[in-house]
């Protein structure tokens, strides 16, 4: 049998982009493309300044490089960003994008307005999700793949790109805080995330420090610890039930590590004290947990933790089986919250109209099996 290779139907070539990538990275491909080792470090740099700080997307505007060199960089590869496969903008000035990271890979990232000190993008860390918490929209996606640390830094650039904030300024900015929120569970991928904070809290480049980048898990204990160690960055625990045999139901991965094994990991977080503080989010279901007994409890429970809560109202999406709470039970659920010391804000829903709310984001992407993924090759032939 005798294979041939139809030119004129082989899609154009896609050069592999530099955007995004992390310092050593950088240095890698500047070593690949041939750059003396002496001089990579110092590529790497130039390259990290362009591209994070001025975000530049093309290799001519980096005039500190000599010509022949951009030209040679402008060969290889590019600056270019993922794919935008959609683009909405909420009535709260809420914005949402579905990026699109490679065939069927497609991931939710989203930008909300008044949120830490001045505006906070929502990251995804993976396509789909294992954990299958019952209240959330993104469990009912099977995982398709961990996202790359270039990636998770590629959903930061776009939003740079369309709030028009490059270079990267430390004044007036509208983009002052990561949180790891987005789609998956951020500490099943760590060594991606924590790459991906390494870059964004780069002060050379996106500069967006350590304390503003908040990490969220529904518990993944073992590697609580780590996290604060590798990253500095901030601590957020989705929580929603303060009894096991409750919390094994809505967020199952409760009966792998458990609320008392949970405790131990948190309390070994480095750092905490009165300017770090763990955030604990808890939804609130209707009749499910928000009782008054449930307050008082939570309130045990976090004794001798530095800790601030987030009483997220529950969002629906379609299907789902619970009804938020109603107002005076989120109120009279604060109050108890409040009384013990604890700041507890209510989180307005922000952007539920285009489904940026928490808990709603999904995409149509799914896995494709190893001969799903043949039986196309074979089609398209
Ligand atoms: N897997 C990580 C990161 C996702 S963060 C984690 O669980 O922490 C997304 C946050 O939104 C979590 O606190 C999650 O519990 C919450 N959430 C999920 N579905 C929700 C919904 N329908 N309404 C409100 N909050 C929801």
Redesign the pocket.
Known sequence: MTTSLDLSRAPAPQLRSLAGLSLPALKAEMEAMGVPAKKAGMRAKQLRGWAHHFGVTDFDAMTNVAKEMRAELAERYSLARPEIAEHKISVDGTQKWLTRFGPNVEGESVYIPDVGKSGALCVS?QVG?T?N?T?????TQKLVRNLTAQEIVAQVLIARDELAEWPSSNEDRKLTNIV???????LYNLDNVAEAIDTISDGDGIAIGRRRITV???GVAPKIPELGARTGAML???L?AVRDDLRDEI?PINKKYDLKTLFEAIRAYPDLGNSKRVTF?Y?MLAGVNDSLAEARDLVKLLRGVPAKINL??????PG?PYACSDWETIEAFAEVLNRAGYASPIRTPRGRDIFA????LRSESVKKSAAELRREALAAE
Do not use: D, R
């Open positions: 860390s999700c954990l918490c209240f959330c929209h993104t469990g790891f929120m987005g789609m998956g569970e951020p969220s898990t529904a957020a625990i989705s929603h967020v989010e939804v997220i109202p529950f969002n629906p999406w789902a709310a928490c808990g709603q």
